[in-house]
């Protein structure tokens, strides 16, 4: 046994999972500088703003930090710059789950507000989804983020509603809290649009779409997914699950369709 980190105590598999976690940081998303177009929108998905970020990740010389800086620019022709970290090897707040991302609030505590980011990379492009809650529970505000190691993304244009022919193949990974992997199984594809009352699925531009309690409670059942079409052919789904302790697992889903 070891000591411990982030408030866990850790075994060796809890070490070796922790660095995987890390290792994947550093191979799909601090590699490069992500020239990004941010949207706020309103639960109502109403634009409250637009605006542009790199989002920068540098790798220091032995692999022991990331140093993350972004930088800003508003519509007006503000721009600010902030610093986050540097993150310490093999530390950080967020679960990296192959090419995917999620970090954000475990539970659901009274009068704060509630929230998290899902993400993912495919080739020079990133994607992730904020999503944020008021302190009664009430979903507030969506910010949309679409990334590209290249230049920046052209501003949203109307939503894109999921569309497939054929039959979907897919498969799925599940990482838990203290960074243990699952293994890889089949899975088949279902709608979340289809989750009933209890959910709202809400779509952007560029492929993304959110899958949402409007309104969460303490101690609820409940999970929160992030869709992103990546061509007609690929999309991947990342859901985050609560149960009535709070975060239990984010799970990759990755499917092919038929054309």
């Known amino acids: 046994m070891t000591g411990a980190a982030n408030g866990i105590f850790m075994n060796t598999d809890n070490i070796t999972a922790q660095l995987q976690n890390w290792d994947n940081f550093c191979r799909y998303h601090a590699n490069s500088d992500w020239n990004g177009t941010w949207t706020r929108y309103s639960a109502q998905r109403k634009i409250i703003e637009s605006f542009n970020c790199i989002r920068s990740f540098q790798i220091s010389t032995d ?4 140093y993350h800086q972004n930088h800003y620019t508003y519509a007006d022709g503000r721009k600010e710059t902030k610093t986050f970290g540097p993150y310490q ?13 999620s970090w954000g609030s475990t539970k659901i505590e009274s009068d704060s507000n509630f929230g ?11 994607t992730s989804v904020v999503i944020m809650y008021d302190k009664a529970g009430s979903l507030e ?6 990334e590209s190691s290249n230049t920046f993304p052209e501003k949203p244009n109307a939503p894109f509603v999921k569309e497939f022919s054929g039959n ?3 498969t799925a990974k599940t990482i838990t809290p203290d960074w243990l992997v699952s293994s890889r199984i ?9 989750l009933g009352d ?3 699925t809400l779509y952007f531009s560029d492929g993304i779409s959110i899958t949402c309690p409007p309104k969460i409670a303490s101690r609820q059942d409940f999970l929160a997914a992030v869709d992103w079409q990546i061509n007609p052919n690929l999309l991947q789904c990342g859901i985050r699950n609560y149960d009535s302790s709070g975060f239990t697992d984010f799970t990759l889903q990755t499917f092919i369709f038929d054309t």
């Open 89 to 101: 090897k093999p530390v950080t707040r967020c679960l990296f789950l192959d090419n995917s991302f």
């Open 116 to 126: 998290f980011e899902t993400g993912f990379r495919y080739e020079d492009r990133r």
């Open 168 to 170: 979907g193949r897919g």
């Open 198 to 200: 209890d959910y709202q």
């Open 63 to 66: 692999g022991s930090e990331i």
């Open 141 to 146: 505000m969506i910010l949309v983020i679409v």
């Open 186 to 194: 089949d899975v088949s594809w279902n709608r979340l649009e289809n």
